[in-house]
């Protein structure tokens, strides 16, 4: 009797492990579902309350930011990527990357000051260094001798420094050709633009007064490191998911 | 005695002639390093192991579109001009070669990542490729569908092939030496269907068709996705939701990492450090994503159909017009609940049909089973970790397939399609 006992409570125990493995049928199927815990009742509104929640982002101006985004849409389509494509097609790769390189290295300036405004000094130690090794070793920026150093490229601006002290985002905004925003980032964008003019670093600011191709390659070369494709999401729903992933993208740089 | 070897050599060379084999892939010799089949889903293959491929500025490609439903034009409403004509991208070569069609999965755009993947890696080749959205997106649905009710498999594979026949009629001058399909996820049940019709249609004479991780029954995928929104997750309570979790997890994250760095193997790291995801909270979100392809459907459906279960008859939409009450109203729906409202009245309304077996049965492989048992043209490639399918589901392929299966044993759904070994053999099959 006692034997017995012990042989089915073996058997049970070896059943149990089997089971947490996950069994494989016949076929070879893994069924990989049947390990997972289930609510009991299948009828949790988990999904539904937390997507609910996500659409809660403070957009008094949706009407407005909705024509916004539309005129963006044809604008870029029937604009802005034909004229990509075309630098594209007419620059060789090796230029292309250099004039990326040296546009980011005139952005590595807001990226000193508001590292430094937000008293992260390992950052602004980072963005030195970059900014130098790139000026004098990158011959102007326009190669990255920095990132293959180990010194990557971060960027802070100052709407992350007014995030930083606590600003709240404001209203959503969606910004003619420059896309998804809001009140606080907007401010912070007139604010980075006015410090590079007053810094005017490597006099590209007074270049760019007296010739408004150097702002327009800059704007080209924007566009092009540019991943994003209205359309690409192809959902009815392309707003609001935009403003969803702005809204929590910019949370996750302020926190970091 | 020998003469009895001998018979038993010959039965056992019968029985192993009869059923011919699947290709069973073991575990150790394949190497794919994912044996978590939902982390598999998530991140793919780890960057090192993926095949090279032709840089983006290497592709001599272009974005088209073709004018398939002109009525379109004026029943869409303001917002949804961008999706009137149906658009695709073509990628061709110098000269003569042959063109393979993708048929992206579910809810998918053409440029979707796993679509693009494919074109470069059928592109370094040396194959035209066409990149086609799934008759389940947005794009199709508005552009391409008839019924604008997708699901029934036979007509969205009608829908294809007429997409797939004004795409080629829009490049007469392309040099095409002969014509290859593929599809993943429901793109490759899609692809069986729309390659049974081709043997009456012939516009095409596909050469080889290549079905990548299909659903077996449609219902089975469907349920299961659905379910996996229902997992348990732990750290869940009233003032956290789950993106405020997943988020949160990323935050406490990048912190500790010291700063913001997204890319393809940030994910790898991400499930070696302590903020990793448990196994339900990677189904939950797996579950997440094709529920809102359930809502993209839902609300597309009923509005292209003016069936006033979402937005009501009469509604005017301009450009400015807030559409968010009516996601909120459609992501309660999930792939049951479309089916239920607006697939299965359709489908009774339209042909005179029966029960919601009746449906699922000829919207499933198994509609094509004779087809399939008889086509050698037709291949299958599916992992035995695959989250889309039932007990069963696999008994059904190695019978109907034989020895044109090729079963991986890891890569949840789709994740290793990117792995060179899977790339090495999908190419090795298009090449023959």
């Given at each position: 009797?006692?034997?017995?006992?012990?042989?089915?409570?073996?058997?049970?125990?070896?059943?149990?492990?089997?089971?947490?493995e996950g069994?494989?049928?016949?076929?070879?199927?893994?069924n990989?579902?049947q390990?997972?815990?289930?609510?009991?009742?299948l009828?949790?509104?988990?999904?539904?309350r937390?997507?609910?929640?996500?659409?809660?982002v403070?957009?008094p101006?949706e009407s407005?930011n909705?024509?916004?985004y539309?005129?963006?849409?044809?604008f870029?389509q029937?604009?802005?990527?034909?004229?990509?494509?075309?630098?594209?097609y007419v620059?060789?790769?090796?230029?292309?990357?250099?004039?990326?390189?040296?546009?980011?290295?005139?952005?590595e300036?807001?990226?000193?000051?508001?590292?430094?405004?937000?008293?992260?000094?390992?950052?602004?130690?980072?963005?030195?260094?970059?900014?130098?090794f790139?000026?004098?070793?990158?011959?102007?920026?326009?190669?990255?001798?920095?990132?293959?150093?180990?010194?990557?490229?971060?960027?802070?601006?100052?709407?992350q420094?007014?995030?930083?002290y606590?600003?709240?985002?404001?209203p959503?905004?969606?910004?003619?050709?420059l896309?998804p925003?809001?009140?606080?980032?907007?401010?912070?964008?007139?604010?980075?633009?006015?410090?590079?003019?007053?810094v005017?670093?490597?006099?590209?600011?007074?270049a760019?007064?007296?010739?408004?191709g150097?702002?327009?390659?800059r704007?080209?070369?924007?566009r092009?490191?540019?991943?994003?494709?209205?359309?690409?999401?192809?959902?009815?729903?392309?707003?609001?998911?935009?403003?969803f992933?702005?809204?929590?993208s910019?949370k996750?740089?302020?926190a970091? | 005695?020998?003469?009895l070897?001998?018979?038993?050599a010959?039965?056992?060379g019968?029985?192993?002639?009869?059923s011919?084999m699947?290709?069973?892939v073991?575990?150790?010799?394949?190497?794919y390093?994912?044996?978590?089949?939902?982390?598999?889903?998530i991140?793919?293959?780890?960057?090192?192991?993926?095949?090279?491929?032709p840089?983006?500025?290497?592709?001599?490609?272009?974005?088209y579109?073709?004018?398939?439903?002109?009525d379109?034009?004026?029943?869409?409403?303001?917002n949804?001009?961008?999706?009137?004509?149906?658009r695709?991208?073509?990628?061709?070569?110098?000269?003569?070669a042959p063109?393979?069609?993708?048929?992206?999965?579910?809810?998918?755009?053409?440029?979707?990542?796993?679509t693009?993947?494919?074109?470069?890696?059928?592109?370094g080749?040396?194959?035209?490729?066409?990149?086609?959205s799934?008759?389940?997106s947005y794009?199709f649905?508005a552009?391409?569908?008839?019924s604008?009710?997708?699901?029934?498999?036979?007509?969205d594979?009608d829908?294809?092939y007429?997409?797939?026949?004004?795409?080629?009629a829009?490049?007469?001058?392309?040099?095409?030496?002969?014509?290859?399909?593929?599809g993943?996820?429901?793109?490759?049940?899609?692809a069986?269907?729309?390659?049974?019709?081709d043997?009456t249609?012939?516009?095409?004479d596909?050469?080889?068709?290549?079905l990548?991780n299909?659903?077996?029954?449609l219902?089975?995928?469907v349920?299961?996705?659905?379910?996996?929104?229902q997992?348990k997750?732990?750290?869940?309570?009233?003032?956290?939701?789950?993106?405020?979790?997943?988020?949160?997890?990323?935050t406490?994250y990048?912190?500790?990492?010291?700063?913001?760095?997204?890319?393809?193997?940030?994910?790898?790291?991400?499930?070696q450090s302590?903020?990793?995801?448990?196994?339900?909270?990677m189904a939950?979100?797996?579950g997440?994503?094709?529920?809102?392809?359930s809502?993209d459907?839902v609300?597309?459906?009923?509005?292209?159909?003016?069936?006033?279960l979402?937005?009501?008859?009469d509604?005017?939409?301009?450009?400015?017009?807030?559409l968010t009450?009516?996601?909120?109203?459609?992501?309660?729906?999930?792939?049951?609940c479309?089916?239920?409202?607006?697939?299965?009245?359709?489908?009774?309304?339209?042909?005179?049909?029966?029960?919601?077996?009746?449906l699922?049965?000829?919207?499933?492989?198994?509609?094509?089973?004779?087809?399939?048992k008889?086509?050698?043209?037709?291949?299958v490639?599916?992992?035995?970790?695959?989250l889309?399918?039932?007990?069963?589901?696999?008994g059904?392929?190695?019978?109907?397939f034989g020895?044109?299966?090729t079963?991986y044993?890891?890569?949840?759904?789709?994740?290793?399609?990117?792995?060179?070994?899977?790339?090495d053999a999908?190419?090795?099959?298009?090449?023959?």
């Open positions: 009797m006692v034997k017995h006992s012990t042989l089915i409570l073996a058997l049970l125990l070896a059943s149990g492990q089997t089971l947490a069994q494989v049928d016949a076929d070879g199927f893994t990989p579902l390990n997972l815990q289930f609510n009991p009742g009828d949790q509104q988990e999904f539904e937390a997507s609910s929640d996500a659409l809660q403070y957009d101006l407005w909705r024509r916004v539309h005129f963006n849409y044809r870029d029937w604009v802005f990527l034909p004229v990509v494509d075309g630098y594209r620059t060789p790769n090796l230029v292309q990357t250099g004039v990326h390189n040296f546009f980011n290295n005139l952005g300036i807001p990226t000193l000051v508001n590292s430094v405004l937000q008293l992260k000094g390992k950052r602004a130690m980072n963005s030195t260094a970059r900014l130098l790139n000026t004098i070793l990158g011959v102007g920026g326009v190669w990255d001798p920095a990132t293959k150093m180990g010194l990557p490229r971060l960027s802070e601006d100052f709407g420094t007014l995030g930083y606590g600003v709240p985002a404001g959503y905004l969606m910004l003619p050709l896309g925003s809001n009140l606080r980032d907007t401010g912070g964008l007139v604010a980075d633009y006015s410090l590079e003019n007053a005017n670093y490597l006099d590209v600011a007074d760019s007064r007296s010739n408004p150097i702002t327009v390659l704007v080209v070369d924007t092009a490191n540019t991943g994003f494709r209205y359309g690409q999401l192809n959902t009815p729903f392309e707003y609001e998911k935009l403003r992933f702005y809204h929590e910019r996750l740089k302020i970091d | 005695m020998p003469s070897a001998r018979l038993a010959l039965l056992g019968l029985v192993f002639c009869a011919a699947a290709a069973d073991d575990a150790e010799s394949y190497g390093p994912l044996a978590n089949p939902f982390e598999a889903t991140a793919t293959t780890p960057p090192e192991l993926r095949p090279t491929l840089a983006d500025g290497d592709i001599r490609q272009r974005d579109s073709v004018r398939l439903r002109p379109r034009e004026f029943e869409l409403l303001d949804f001009w961008p999706v009137t004509k149906l695709y991208r073509l990628a061709q070569q110098n000269g003569r063109l393979i069609f993708i048929i992206s999965g579910t809810g998918a755009h053409y440029a979707s990542g796993t693009e993947y494919l074109k470069k890696l059928f592109y080749a040396g194959f035209h490729v066409v990149q086609l799934s008759p389940t794009d649905m552009a391409a569908s008839r604008a009710t997708p699901g029934y498999s036979p007509d594979a829908d294809l007429r997409a797939m026949q004004a795409v080629r829009q490049h007469p001058k392309l040099e095409v030496s002969e014509f290859l399909l593929t993943y996820s429901l793109g490759a049940l899609h069986a269907f729309v390659s049974q019709l043997e249609r012939r516009a095409f596909f050469k080889r068709v290549l990548l299909p659903p077996v029954n219902y089975t995928s349920s299961n996705l659905d379910k996996l929104v997992t997750v732990q750290g869940i309570d009233n003032s956290t939701n789950f993106y405020d979790l997943v988020l949160g997890k990323l406490r990048f912190n500790d990492k010291g700063y913001l760095d997204i890319n393809e193997a940030m994910l790898y790291d991400f499930q302590k903020e990793k995801l448990s196994d339900e909270q939950m979100l797996i997440t994503s094709f529920r809102f392809s809502a459907i609300f597309t459906s009923d509005l292209l159909n003016r069936r006033g979402i937005t009501p008859r509604y005017r939409i301009t450009e400015s017009t807030s009450p009516f996601f909120q109203m459609a992501l309660r729906c999930d792939f049951d479309y089916i239920a409202e607006q697939l299965m009245p359709m489908w009774r309304a339209r042909y005179d049909g029966g029960s919601l077996n009746q699922i049965d000829k919207s499933s492989l198994y509609a094509l089973e004779d087809y399939l008889g086509s050698d043209k037709v291949s490639m599916h992992n035995a970790d695959d889309i399918l039932g007990p069963g589901d696999i059904f392929l190695r019978r109907t020895d044109r299966l079963l044993p890891r890569g949840g759904h789709c994740g290793n399609l990117n792995y060179r070994v899977n790339s999908m190419l090795e099959f298009f090449r023959g």
